[in-house]
């Protein structure tokens, strides 16, 4: 029988040589990002690549985040307008994902764009993501570490939980600290248009670059289903109290809450509880109510999250 279970191991010289080996021969690792956990596998192997979408379940049409350790690496695959580059410069290495024009010459495999003439790339700050990047020495595409569709994995037991037999090895650097995805810009000609809200808010990159538009068609943004980062509880949003058979996930002062993103009413500390509360209350609760979430800064991406996890399935 096949050993169900992944290799688990810490983010130290040892781990980080073992995965950067396994993805230079075209495995599966999942490894740590600032954001959440990533699962990698050399951007430039069109048969690894495939392997991420088979592991996690992703349709097909929805293309994904390529990792580089920063601007100067990136440049060899994308286009940057002054815009993009700007965004760079500020934000990089960090939350933030830029979606922009293909090269003609670049080696990333074309699964990546999943057909668009575009490539989303980020440049994580985590040091291990970091020093993953730098041991391969290729570009690491790198959707998030979850079956598709489900909670986004934010420890490595979570990952474990999703994908444990179907990935080679996991890299094991504690929780994400910011627990909530990247910021995701893309640009409809000179304009730019935030695809996906995320853990840089809206209003740091609007004060750099100005106003940004909402993506107008799925085909700018393909992986803003619906129904995503779904638990198997049903969910009801800004819930004032409790209904009878509900566990609320509380925000703030909120009364009776079974678990509290944030005590303290802070933003932040809510986004890097997020996920993993709602896998803890998805393990015995049938019915989830969260309290409201104010809808400024992270605030704006985390709505985002809670809105698609309770859409209809
Ligand atoms: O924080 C993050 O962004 C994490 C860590 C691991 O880097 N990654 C992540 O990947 O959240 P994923 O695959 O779960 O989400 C990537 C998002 C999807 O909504 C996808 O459709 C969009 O980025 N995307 C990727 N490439 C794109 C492209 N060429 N054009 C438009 N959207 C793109
Ligand atoms: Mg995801």
Request: glycine share 10%; charged share 20%.
């Amino acid at each position: 029988m096949m050993d169900v279970l992944t290799k688990t191991a810490p983010a130290d010289a040892a781990g980080l040589g073992e995965a950067a080996r396994i993805l230079q021969a075209g495995g599966l690792v999942a490894f740590p990002t600032e954001t959440v956990y990533g699962l990698g596998a050399d951007a430039t192997n069109g048969q690894a690549v495939a392997a991420i979408f088979a592991a996690k379940g992703r349709p097909l049409f929805n293309p994904l985040i390529v990792h580089v350790e920063g601007l100067e690496q990136a440049r060899r695959h994308v286009e940057f307008s002054p815009r993009a580059q700007a965004l760079a410069e500020k934000f990089w290495p960090g939350p933030l994902t830029l979606v922009l024009p293909r090269r003609k010459d670049t080696p990333l495999s074309l699964l990546v764009s999943a057909g668009l003439d575009t490539v989303a790339m980020r440049a994580p700050s985590h040091p291990a993501a970091q020093a993953l990047l730098k041991a391969v020495g290729r570009p690491v595409a790198g959707p998030s570490a979850n079956i598709s569709g489900q909670v986004t994995a934010t420890t490595a037991s979570h990952v474990a939980d999703s994908l444990g037999g179907k990935v080679d090895f996991i890299l094991d650097a504690g929780s994400a600290t910011l627990g909530i995805e990247s910021t995701v810009i893309g640009f409809d000609g000179d304009r730019p248009l935030l695809l996906r809200p995320g853990a840089v808010p809206r209003e740091e990159i609007e004060d750099l670059i100005g106003p940004l538009g909402r993506p107008g068609s799925l085909i700018q943004s393909p992986g803003m289903m619906a129904s995503h980062y779904a638990p198997r509880a049903a969910l009801r949003l800004n819930a004032g109290e409790i209904e009878s058979g509900e566990v609320l996930l509380g925000f703030g002062d909120a009364v009776g809450a079974k678990l509290n993103l944030s005590p303290g009413g802070d933003l932040r500390e809510a986004a890097a509880n997020l996920f993993a509360m709602l896998r803890a209350l998805d393990k015995t609760a049938t019915s989830i109510a969260v309290s409201p979430i104010p809808d400024t800064g992270i605030g704006e991406a985390i709505n985002d999250r809670l809105r698609r996890a309770a859409a209809p399935r």
